[in-house]
């Protein structure tokens, strides 16, 4: 398909692990991004991965690349209710000078 | 270091009037593209502007235009505005020869009635 496809909501408690699945469109795809969204608030860039790598980690952050599958996930370690906010899936595909393509977003909501 | 900055935070238009929104890049990137990001959507790109043109454009029709400024800080311009664009308008800022860190703005949410 021609869209980025991300689950809309995911509910966790407090302590657990969250993991937040994106599956992109764009096999060539160079570079792959989270960004988290807070109520009324732009976007803040949590992390990215190169398409040549199959996972980073970033302190309580780990993401995830199947690039047969074109699947990218977060997994976000002891979630807090601070996490609590919508997270998009991003891709840079092929020679696109920088454009990015979205998903619609997943809302993470983290009960105490 | 100031982030990326735009103006105003809020604006309430009228259908068929025109608007103009600023941005402001990270201190050091030359880079600046627009997204339009709806209700319940994910952000849709407009445009990027590099060295004073555009470089790229999404699927927006003509009455989005833009500016970049020899300091690199960039406009968006939308004429004869629709109930339909209202959203958040957010603007992202990176280096050229990095383009793999778009960082971006708090946005401008447009109201139009």
């Known amino acids: 398909g021609e869209d980025v496809e991300q689950s809309l909501f995911l509910s966790v408690r407090e302590g657990d692990s969250s993991v937040i699945n994106c599956t992109y469109t764009?096999?060539?795809?160079?570079?792959l991004y989270w960004y988290k969204q807070e109520p009324g608030a732009g976007l803040q860039l949590l992390t990215y991965i190169f398409s040549n790598m199959d996972m980073k980690q970033d302190q309580r952050l780990t993401v995830l690349l199947n690039k047969k599958d074109k699947h990218l996930s977060l997994r976000i370690a002891d979630t807090q209710t601070g996490d609590s906010a919508i997270y998009f899936c991003?891709?840079?595909?092929?020679?696109?000078?920088?454009?990015?393509?979205f998903g619609r977003g997943t809302q993470l909501t983290v009960w105490p | 270091d100031a982030g990326v900055t735009q103006s105003p935070t809020h604006l309430i238009k009228t259908r068929g009037q025109q608007v103009t929104l600023r941005c402001s890049p990270k201190s050091g990137h030359d880079t600046v593209s627009w997204y339009q990001q709806a209700l319940g959507q994910g952000p849709q790109f407009i445009f990027q502007y590099y060295e004073e043109e555009e470089r790229q454009r999404g699927n927006f029709p003509d009455r989005f235009s833009g500016h970049q400024f020899p300091n690199y800080s960039s406009e968006l311009n939308v004429n004869a505005l629709l109930l339909g664009d209202s959203a958040l308008y957010l603007c992202a800022s990176s280096l050229a020869s990095s383009t793999y860190e778009q960082y971006f703005g708090p946005g401008t949410r447009l109201t139009v009635t």
């Open positions: 764009d096999s060539s795809s160079t570079y």
């Open positions: 991003a891709e840079r595909r092929g020679s696109t000078l920088g454009r990015l393509y």
